[in-house]
């Protein structure tokens, strides 16, 4: 274990910084932290990314400790073509100098490391928990981030810019046309099958899916591959949220092409990812399962259709306005140079 003055990163003789590994004598101050920030709800569940985890890092306000955050190195992560050094599972109380005593200590790791930009929050990869809301004072549908608002605030005073927008939107099942019979036809005739998923063969699907979502998602902001393995390991623990009618697969000569997955809660429906195969673009694909998972809603009771954490510059996120969604909260991912 180590330790480093709080004075090398703002002059405050009160504040000091602690790193630590999980495991290590430190470690249960990094996780008393959360029960500081969440102590009027349920401390929410995280996980640590071991694979690419350096430092867990702990800020004390005397010997209380009031702040801490993950460094991750993940080497296959870019930004502009440079390294990028990550922190994640980061929390805080709501104190401008321990965030920016933990800021500092993370542009000292950069630097020494010879890595000029931060991002995050990031758990190692966007595999995992990343972003923070931008918008609403609290969780607003489940499965949604519950970290405080004013994190925001913490870390652009910190020095920190906002560096990906990202958002959750709403609409009403109602209203919306069910899928176009002639489009439906022109699909079937081009040899595209839209039908739900096997539940009795879950595993079997979700490896299915694999080769779809790293073809489909390359391109986005800080991808970083993921072996089948950890695909199918994050996919498995939402069997129990599964309704085979708001899960839809589009194959195509026994491939599956595309693939819409929302889960239920109460009278919500949440779609988590959608995704088509960049090199087959059967027209009218994507618009069909949407309104197909709209009608199933709405034949079923749901009344509300949530579009959740798109990318302002994801295709999924313009289309939700043409089915007539509107803004529900927006989130963001914080960048800084050393």
């Not at 195509?252 to 919500?268: G, M, T």
Request: glycine share 6%; proline share 4%; charged share 20%.
């Amino acid at each position: 274990m180590s330790h480093i003055s709080r004075e090398s990163c703002l002059v405050n003789p009160h504040i000091h910084i602690t790193t630590c590994k999980p495991g290590g004598e430190a470690f249960n101050h990094f996780v008393e932290i959360r029960k500081r920030v969440y102590e009027m709800q349920p401390v929410p569940e995280e996980t640590i990314n071991y694979k690419y985890l350096a430092e867990c890092v702990i800020a004390y306000i005397e010997d209380i400790p009031s702040g801490r955050l993950c460094i991750y190195k993940n080497e296959a992560l870019r930004h502009n073509d440079k390294p990028v050094l990550f922190f994640g599972n980061f929390e805080t109380i709501n104190d401008h100098e321990v965030c920016a005593a933990l800021m500092d200590f993370v542009s000292e790791y950069a630097r020494a490391a010879g890595i000029d930009v931060i991002i995050g929050p990031v758990n190692g990869s966007t595999w995992e928990d990343y972003r923070l809301p931008l918008s609403g004072e609290h969780s607003m549908f489940y499965g949604d981030l519950v970290q405080p608002l004013y994190y925001k605030d913490l870390l652009q005073t910190a020095g920190l810019e906002i560096a990906h927008r990202y958002f959750t939107m709403i609409s009403d099942t109602n209203g919306l046309m069910f899928p176009s019979g002639d489009i439906q036809a022109q699909l079937k005739d081009g040899g595209v099958i839209i039908r739900t998923v096997d539940i009795n063969n879950y595993v079997t699907e979700i490896r299915k899916l694999y080769p779809l979502c790293i073809a489909a998602f390359r391109d986005n902001a800080l991808y970083s591959d993921i072996t089948e393995d950890d695909f199918l390991e994050k996919y498995l623990p939402l069997y129990g949220r599964i309704h085979k009618d708001f899960f839809l697969v589009a194959e195509q000569d026994s491939q599956i092409i595309a693939f819409l997955f929302a889960y239920p809660h109460a009278k919500q429906l949440i779609i988590k990812t959608m995704a088509r195969h960049p090199a087959h673009k059967a027209r009218g694909l994507v618009d069909t399962m949407v309104r197909t998972l709209y009608k199933n809603a709405s034949l079923t009771g749901f009344n509300q259709v949530i579009h959740a954490f798109m990318h302002e510059d994801n295709r999924s996120y313009l289309r939700s306005h043409f089915y007539g969604a509107s803004p529900l909260r927006e989130y963001g991912l914080f960048i800084k140079y050393a």
